[in-house]
C-alpha cells in the first residue's frame, strides 16, 4: 500500500516522517505468567503513526526487530506493565501493555532450630527459619497445616513427636520441611525412691536400703549420692 511503502525504510520519504506515537494494535498472546518467566510478543502488533506532508498521517506496523521490550530479563512477582519502545529519526515513544505475574514459587525453608540435643527439664521452643522473596511468608504451621500462626516459634513443655513444619506465603503456596522434629529430651519429672526398712523401731545395727528409679525418660545419673537421715 502506498502508506506502507512510505514508512518502509527502503523508501526515500521515510526520514521524512515524524513519529507522532506507538500503539498496540493487537495484544500479545500471552498475558499471564509464572515467576521468572520471559515476555514474550508473539501475537502483537506494534503501529507506528506517523505524520508527513501538509497534517497526514500514516500508520505502519513496526517489526519486532526494530522495538525493545522492557523488562527483558525475566519477570519478577508484582510486574505489571511492559513497555514498548521505538525510535524513530531520533524521537522514541513508548506504549504500556498490561501483564499479570502468578506467585507460583514456594518459601524456602532453611531451617528447624531450637530442639534439644541432650536432656533438660526445661521448656523448649522451635523456631522455623524460612524465606519468601515474593509475595511474602503469610503463617507458619507445627502440625502439618491443620493450623496456622503469624509467629515463627513455638514453645512445648513436654515430649511431642511427629512434627510436621509447613510454611505458606501470600499466594497459598505452601512447603513442607524435610524432616520430622522428635522432641523428646523434656524430663520434668523427679525420681522416686524407696527407703527399706522405713519407719521401724531399730534397737541394734541395721543396713538400710535405698532404691531410686526414675520414670521421666532420662535416667538417673550415675554420679548420684544418696542421703538418709534418721
Not at 522451635?126 to 502440625?143: C, K, Q, R, V
Not at 524432616?179 to 519429672?189: F, L, P, R, S, V
Amino acid at each position: 500500500s502506498l502508506a506502507e511503502s512510505y514508512a518502509s525504510k527502503e523508501s526515500y520519504l521515510y526520514e521524512y516522517l515524524y513519529l507522532n506515537e506507538i500503539n498496540i494494535k493487537e495484544p500479545p498472546t500471552k498475558t499471564i505468567y509464572n515467576i521468572r518467566d520471559s515476555f514474550s510478543d508473539d501475537g502483537m502488533i506494534v503501529n507506528a503513526v506517523y505524520s508527513y506532508g501538509d497534517s497526514k498521517t500514516v500508520e505502519y506496523k513496526i517489526s519486532s526487530d526494530d522495538y525493545t521490550i522492557n523488562p527483558s530479563e525475566p519477570l519478577i512477582f508484582g510486574t505489571t506493565l511492559v513497555t514498548v519502545s521505538y525510535e524513530h529519526n531520533g524521537i522514541t515513544k513508548t506504549v504500556s501493555q498490561s501483564i499479570t505475574v502468578v506467585d507460583n514459587i514456594k518459601p524456602t525453608i532453611d531451617s528447624v532450630t531450637g530442639n534439644a540435643t541432650e536432656w533438660t527439664n526445661q521448656n523448649i521452643t522451635l523456631t522455623i527459619n524460612a524465606t519468601d522473596n515474593e509475595s511474602g511468608i503469610a503463617g507458619y504451621s507445627f502440625d502439618n497445616g491443620t493450623t496456622w500462626q503469624t509467629t515463627n516459634t513455638k514453645t512445648y513443655t513436654e515430649t511431642t513427636t511427629g512434627i510436621i513444619v509447613q510454611v505458606k506465603d501470600n499466594k497459598e503456596n505452601i512447603s513442607t520441611y524435610g524432616e520430622i522434629i522428635n522432641i523428646d529430651k523434656i524430663d520434668k519429672t523427679a525420681p522416686t525412691m524407696t527407703i527399706s526398712p522405713n519407719g521401724a523401731t531399730i534397737s541394734q545395727s541395721q543396713n538400710v536400703t535405698i532404691t531410686a528409679e526414675d520414670s521421666g525418660g532420662s535416667g538417673l545419673n550415675s554420679n548420684n549420692s544418696y542421703q538418709y537421715q534418721l
